[in-house]
T-cell receptor
Framework: ELKVEQNPLFLSMQEGKNYTIYCNYS?????LYWYRQDPGKSLESLFV?????AVKQEGRLMASLDTKARLSTLHITAAVHDLSATYFC???????????FGQGTRLTINP | NAGVTQTPKFQVLKTGQSMTLQCAQD?????MYWYRQDPGMGLRLIYY???????DKGEVPNGYNVSRLNKREFSLRLESAAPSQTSVYFC?????????????FGSGTQLSVL
């Protein structure tokens, strides 16, 4: 059974600081997604990582995938208040279509 | 472009009532999904469909049924609603085989079972 675990689950940080959210998963996969969700809204796609060693960056966010370690990271550089949201990773079992989400990381960025 | 359309957006049911949540996508995607999200929690997979005419159970399928009669539509049915099914339901569809594999979400259905 595929399990996806994020940590931390809650993160409060100051503007201007750097931090990393971790996403671990329990079975072989080579496709991983990162999503953002604002309160009361649907999910917004951030990154799709399709291979080992994939790295993608958009503004202050950078995501990477290590399929051998079964680990993805979402790195936040010089955080700003607008990045406050809940961030989810999601993983597809290799060779299948089942897509499982992590619990989410609620990120609060304080001025 | 409509993307993924869910109806209704809000619904209140009494315990024991039945209803169907509708989801349609206009992107010609093969894979479609139904998730539920409870307050302060992540998304849990209810059912998914890899292609037209096929469906598979996810993490929390009990109390639900699904139907994928054509490529465009994937419906979720609650036969006898229970208070534990109060949640926000999201439908999603996914590109496959394009090298992009992006997942698109609907706007959600907020369901309350009294």
């Amino acid at each position: 059974e595929l399990k996806v675990e994020q940590n931390p689950l809650f993160l409060s940080m100051q503007e201007g600081k750097n931090y990393t959210i971790y996403c671990n998963y329990s079975t072989t996969s080579d496709r991983l997604y990162w999503y953002r969700q604002d309160p009361g809204k649907s999910l917004e796609s951030l990154f799709v990582l399709l291979s080992n060693g994939a790295v993608k960056q958009e503004g202050r966010l950078m995501a990477s995938l290590d399929t051998k370690a079964r680990l993805s990271t979402l790195h936040i550089t010089a955080a700003v208040h607008d990045l406050s949201a809940t961030y989810f990773c999601a993983v597809i079992i290799q060779g299948a279509q089942k897509l499982v989400f992590g619990q989410g990381t609620r990120l609060t960025i304080n001025p | 472009n409509a993307g993924v359309t869910q109806t209704p957006k809000f619904q209140v049911l009494k315990t024991g009532q039945s209803m169907t949540l509708q989801c349609a996508q206009d992107m010609n995607h093969n894979s479609m999904y139904w998730y539920r999200q409870d307050p302060g929690m992540g998304l849990r997979l209810i059912y998914y469909s890899a292609s037209e005419g096929t469906t598979d159970k996810g993490e929390v399928p009990n109390g639900y049924n699904v139907s994928r009669l054509n490529k465009r539509e994937f419906s979720l049915r609650l036969e006898s609603a229970a208070p534990s099914q109060t949640s926000v339901y999201f439908c999603a569809s996914r590109e496959t085989g394009t090298g992009r594999e992006k997942l698109f979400f609907g706007s959600g259905t907020q369901l309350s079972v009294l």
